[in-house]
Structure formats: structure tokens, C-alpha cells
């Protein structure tokens, strides 16, 4: 920049001002670095070593209510997703599996601020806390059974309320019905799953959430009053069930089937997933005693035969019945079957 010209006399001229110096030349700029993940982003990953065989896909199955469940999916690979409403939030897991003589080498993969969470119980999720001691064959079809399906483990959620809901959507309906309305109040109610998950997945809302929940949503989804006031009730002492898994899956029971709704059929179905409980037969189902009955014994049977015949297997009756499920034969259907009801149109 050049000196300024002195003003006009009489006035003194100002002191010359030194020339600006030349701009310097300008660095080429830096790419702009990444976004930090967020925590919806970020993966966190766990390597786990089963010390035996476990079938991923058939122990993890439980958890699917239903083929379109927006909170399970097995993806084209073959892994298994699960969202999961974890005491940390949301999260998202993906699992794959290989066989690693003499066990299973499991890989899971989790997203969201339930991402630690859903690693940590990842084990016990595919049944390393459950005891098969004591558990032997004592009809030749269940040894059978036992030898088609070695995979098969009973595993634990550790989420009571998660699993009590869509138990309460299955009393007394048809599947179809059941996991209809399951669908239809996620989509409404839920949470977007974290991470990369398969398109169309969500995370169950949390209790306050279904508490709240209007009474033309739950018409809408076809949920009639008495299953809508059970989940309702639930969803006010949910802390409450909660904590009792830590006591043990008979105090679990005990508060569960003190809630009005929940019989012993609702509270065998949500022990089963949440605490693992591989003794929580199903007593008041449409179809397992039939099952069980003609399995075992060659005909049909009620609660109490089904009972009766399970009886050698105490602490092992839920795991008997999951076989026979997979395995077993059913009786010849004589009658019509259940019809699906839609309460949208009453």
C-alpha cells in the first residue's frame, strides 16, 4: 500500500506510514475432518466363544413374534437382528455365528446407547446360564429330539416388561391376530432402530409410552379392552417386575400372576424369554397339550395329562415342550380352526 499524500499546508504532514505488507500465500486447505458417530452411529462389536454348540438362529427364534416382527429380522447372510430396549436405551444387535470345535465362535455387533448393554448379556441371551443337568431322555422321542435340534439352548432377555407385552397380544387370539396388532402399534409407538438395521425395524417404546397409549390406537390395532387395560396396569409397576428377576423366576411369577390379566400361561410365556426359565410350561395353550399328548403318549390330552406326562422332566418342562414344537407330531385336525377376529370393525 502506497504512503498517504501530506494534507495541504498550513497543516503539518503525518508521519509516513510503513507500506502493508504482502498477503501471504494462502496453505491449500485441509479436507474437513469426519463428524465424530454419533452414539445411533458407532458400532461396538464382541467376539464370544461358546464352550457349546448353540444354534443362534433357533435360540434367539423365541424372541420373533410373528414373520413381519419390526423387532427381529435374520438378514440374507444369515445373521440374526434384535432390537432391544436395554436399561441404558435403545440399541440395536446384529449376531452371526460359526462352528469352533468343540463349541461356537459368536460375533455380535450392536448400535445405539444400549450397545454396551446388549453385548454384556449377549451370552446369557444364547443360553450360557442355562443348566441342562438333571435333563435326560425319558421317552425315545425326546432323545431323538434332543439329538436333531443339539443347538438349542434357553436363553434370557433379562426384559421383563419387553416380553410381557406381546405375551398379553397372544392371550386367547390367534397368532395372525396377535402379531398383527404387534406390528401395527410398534410402527406407531416405537422408536426408529439404531445403526445400519434392516429397513422397517423398531425398538419397543418404553413402559410409559404403552401407558399412555389412546384407546383409538389400540382399537385401531384390533386390541380389545381387557388386553389393553392388562398391559396398561402392567406398564404403571413395570420397575417393580423388573426388579424381580433379580430375586428369581418363582418371585417373577408370583408378581406377575398378581396383576389382573396375567394367568399362568402369560406368566410361563414372558419367564420363558425374560428369565430364562426352562421349566415354565405353557399350561392353559390352544395347542401344546395336543402336542405334547400325542408325542409322547399317542393321543390327546388336556392341561392336566400334558402335566402328567411332562412330570419326569421337572426343570426341564419348558425345554421338553420347545422340542416337541419343532419336532413333535400334532393330532389330526377334525375340527375348524380358531378364527381371526378384528376387533377394528366392531
Given amino acids: ?34 463428524a465424530a458417530p454419533t452414539p445411533s452411529d458407532a458400532e461396538l462389536r464382541r467376539e464370544w466363544r461358546a464352550p457349546f454348540t448353540v444354534d443362534v438362529r433357533l435360540t434367539l427364534s423365541p424372541y420373533r413374534h410373528g414373520g413381519g416382527d419390526p423387532t427381529f429380522r435374520t438378514d440374507a447372510a444369515g445373521a440374526v437382528w434384535r432390537t432391544c430396549l436395554t436399561p441404558e436405551g435403545p440399541g440395536t444387535l446384529r449376531v ?3 462352528s469352533a470345535d468343540p463349541g461356537t465362535a459368536v460375533v455380535g455387533q450392536a448400535w445405539g ?24 431322555a425319558h421317552h425315545a422321542i425326546v432323545g431323538e429330539l434332543a439329538a436333531r435340534y443339539p443347538g438349542l439352548r434357553v436363553g434370557r432377555t433379562g426384559r421383563l416388561f419387553e416380553a410381557l407385552v406381546p405375551a398379553v397380544l397372544e392371550q386367547k387370539v390367534v397368532g395372525v391376530e396377535a402379531h398383527r396388532a404387534w406390528r401395527i402399534l410398534l410402527a406407531k409407538h416405537g422408536t426408529p432402530a439404531p445403526g445400519p438395521a434392516p429397513r422397517g425395524m423398531r425398538v419397543v ?3 410409559r409410552a404403552w401407558a399412555r397409549i389412546p384407546s383409538w390406537d389400540w382399537h385401531r390395532a384390533g386390541v380389545e379392552g381387557v388386553r389393553a387395560r392388562t398391559i396398561i396396569t402392567a406398564a404403571g409397576v413395570a420397575a417393580r ?8 423366576s418363582a418371585e417373577a411369577d408370583r408378581r406377575l400372576r398378581s396383576l389382573p390379566g396375567i394367568g399362568p400361561w402369560t406368566s410361563a410365556e414372558i419367564r420363558q424369554r425374560a428369565a430364562g426359565d426352562a421349566d415354565a410350561v405353557s399350561v392353559g395353550d390352544y395347542h401344546l397339550p395336543k402336542t405334547v399328548g400325542w408325542t409322547l403318549a399317542g393321543r390327546i390330552t388336556d392341561d392336566a395329562g400334558m402335566l402328567e406326562l411332562l412330570a419326569p422332566y421337572a426343570g426341564h418342562r419348558y425345554r421338553v415342550s420347545r422340542l416337541i414344537e419343532l419336532g413333535g407330531t400334532a393330532p389330526p385336525r377334525r375340527g375348524p380352526r380358531m378364527s381371526v377376529r378384528d376387533y377394528r370393525r366392531f
Wanted: aromatic residues 2%; without cysteine; hydrophobic residues 40%.
Fill in 1 to 34: 500500500m502506497t504512503a498517504p499524500q501530506p494534507a495541504a499546508p498550513p497543516a503539518p504532514a503525518p508521519a509516513p506510514v510503513d507500506p502493508a505488507p504482502a498477503p501471504a500465500a494462502r496453505a491449500p486447505s485441509a479436507p474437513p475432518a469426519p
Fill in 241 to 248: 417386575l423388573e426388579e424381580a428377576l433379580d430375586i428369581g
Fill in 96 to 98: 452371526t455365528s460359526r
Fill in 205 to 207: 417404546p418404553p413402559p
Fill in 113 to 136: 446407547p444400549g450397545a454396551a448393554w446388549l453385548l454384556d448379556t449377549l451370552p446369557a441371551q444364547l443360553g450360557a446360564d442355562d443348566d441342562l443337568s438333571g435333563f435326560s
